[in-house]
Nanobody, 123 residues
Framework: VQLVESGGGLVQAGGSLRLSCAAS????????MGWFRQAPGKEREFVAS????????YYADSVKGRLTISRDNAKNTVYLQMNSLKPEDTAVYYC?????????????????WGQGTLVTVSS
């Protein structure tokens, strides 16, 4: 399974970015997907997860109302729309493929990871 993220970059506080993650190698629509992030000197943390059909999502409290996860099973792609960005959102963002169909928030519930894309939010 290969996961390739894109869409990261430098943005001012209050701005928006849209991350994409293209998947290949297994039946994309059968598995949940997630986004995690890792800031310098910190552990990787959960951001958002979406179930196999897109009908259920789950978010970390720190991003609720600002970040939105979605998926297009016809394109084997999961997205993370990021609005009202804050400097504390600065991190490398990783796409992950779940072990099951259902939303999850622990790194142990995801078995494939992308290489990450850097998001930098300036104040």
């Amino acid at each position: 399974v290969q996961l390739v993220e894109s869409g990261g970059g430098l943005v001012q506080a209050g701005g928006s970015l849209r991350l994409s993650c293209a998947a290949s190698g297994r039946i994309f629509s059968s598995y949940a997907m997630g986004w995690f992030r890792q800031a310098p000197g910190k552990e990787r943390e959960f951001v958002a997860s979406i179930n196999w059909s897109g009908s259920s999502t789950y978010y970390a409290d720190s991003v609720k109302g600002r970040l939105t996860i979605s998926r297009d099973n016809a394109k084997n792609t999961v997205y993370l729309q990021m609005n009202s960005l804050k400097p504390e959102d600065t991190a490398v963002y990783y796409c992950a493929a779940g072990r099951s169909r259902w939303v999850a928030m622990s790194t142990t519930e995801f078995d494939y990871w992308g290489q990450g894309t850097l998001v930098t939010v300036s104040s």
